[in-house]
């Protein structure tokens, strides 16, 4: 079907989440070492694109900034620079998080070269200005769709990617910000419409973003579109989400199409995963959505 090559690029930041209690971090920037330890490169056929490594995560806080706002924006440009570096080799870069915030990178990378649409499997990361935000991991599709401070315009534009351009699938419903997000263009597809046809959402959002004005589109995604009851390893576990075989469907169809152009994986978070259950079970799914990537 395809000639590019997966390339695994693992981006380990907890730079964008909460502290998870007093003198701890945020577990997930252990996630691309379990994908790995689990063979996920080898089942791929991947190349191995390396690591960006994080800055130092700093928890303390000011109510009315981002947490690790600088630290945030010189790895964003660290990681589109790696990103670019696989798109302009025609692979496809597979990049494994971390927190959400590692999406502004990606943004950032695909703003450079064209005009690129967005499927966020995830909740709805439009969080912002409110005085007790404060975690670019909560604001992360606001901010790559030109909402937010210093981090949704690192190039000095913005947006990175337009919001009609940005599709939601499996939000939960009733999200407070919801709203908010559709008044801004953005679409969303709920998660009891994927439920009840993961293919026809898949082929929904397909439709918004297979035109000539993109030059392809990237598909993130986060575990805790997966329901809390299935998957508690993740920052913040809510019920009502996807199965994982939900999930499978969504993103093999994705992949199917020529215009995709790369992958992200976040928010797994090994720390709260003791046997790596989660782990297994997330790796198991990446492989069988890739199940028909190569001829």
Not at 79 to 96: H, K, M, N, S
Request: charged share 25%.
């Amino acid at each position: 079907m395809t000639t590019r090559n997966p390339a695994l690029l693992d981006a380990p930041s907890n730079l964008g989440l909460r502290p998870p209690e007093p003198g701890a971090v945020p577990g997930c920037y252990k996630a691309p070492g379990v994908f790995r330890d689990l063979g996920l490169l080898s089942r791929l056929g991947a190349i191995d694109a390396g690591v960006v490594t994080p800055p130092r995560y700093l928890p303390d806080w000011t109510p009315g900034t981002v947490r690790n706002e600088a630290a945030i924006a010189a790895y964003s440009r660290q990681v589109a620079d790696r990103v670019t570096a696989i798109l302009e080799r025609d692979d496809l870069p597979v990049v494994l998080g971390g927190d959400c915030s590692i999406v502004v990178g990606v943004a950032l990378a695909l703003h450079r070269r064209g005009r690129f649409g967005l499927v966020y499997l995830d909740g709805l990361d439009y969080r912002h200005d409110g005085p007790d935000v404060g975690a670019a991991g909560g604001e992360s599709l606001a901010l790559v769709t030109g909402v937010g401070g210093l981090l949704a315009e690192l190039d000095g534009t913005r947006p990175y990617l337009r919001p009609s351009d940005t599709i939601v699938v499996g939000l939960r419903p009733g999200d407070e910000y919801a709203g908010e997000a559709a008044a801004a263009g953005l679409h969303l597809i709920d998660a009891p419409t994927v439920s009840r046809d993961p293919l026809l959402a898949a082929d929904q959002a397909l439709r918004l973003l297979e035109h000539a004005e993109l030059d392809g589109f990237w598909v993130h995604i986060d575990a805790d579109v997966i329901d809390g009851e299935l998957l508690r390893a993740v920052d913040s576990p809510e019920p009502d989400g996807l199965t994982f075989d939900e999930l499978v469907t969504v993103v093999r169809r994705l992949l199917a199409s020529p215009q995709v152009v790369g992958v992200d994986v976040t928010i797994y978070d090994p720390d709260r995963d003791p046997d790596l259950h989660g782990g297994q079970q997330l790796t198991d799914a990446l492989v069988k959505a890739f199940a028909n990537w190569r001829a």
